[in-house]
């Protein structure tokens, strides 16, 4: 998957969120992570692109957040079907942790 990141936009770019929920699941961690984003999808480049006000995410606040994104990151790299479930879990299992520390916002 390919990340790209400054101040105020963050875009996700890969084939896995043409999958509907894969896609859904990943807009929901954004939307808890910063509630005031505009997101939007665009199907021809497989891309979700977060814009939000610079000041209302403390980036150093996300770091945690890499070592679940490292444990899914070869199944996103090698997708197909029979990996769905596993991708959607670890998606679950970031979204379990920015609510339960909720010091995102």
Request: hydrophobic fraction near 40%; charge should be positive.
């Amino acid at each position: 998957m390919e990340y790209r990141f400054f101040p105020g936009r963050l875009r996700f770019r890969d084939h896995i969120l043409r999958d509907k929920d894969i896609r859904d699941a990943a807009i929901e961690v954004v939307k808890i992570i910063c509630p005031s984003a505009e997101i939007t999808y665009t199907e021809a480049t497989s891309g979700i692109l977060a814009t939000y006000p610079v000041n209302s995410i403390d980036v150093e606040k996300l770091k945690p957040l890499l070592p679940l994104l490292l444990e899914i990151e070869p199944k996103i790299r090698f997708y197909n079907q029979s990996k769905k479930e596993a991708v959607l879990a670890g998606i679950e299992k970031i979204k379990e942790k920015v609510k339960a520390e909720n010091k995102y916002l």
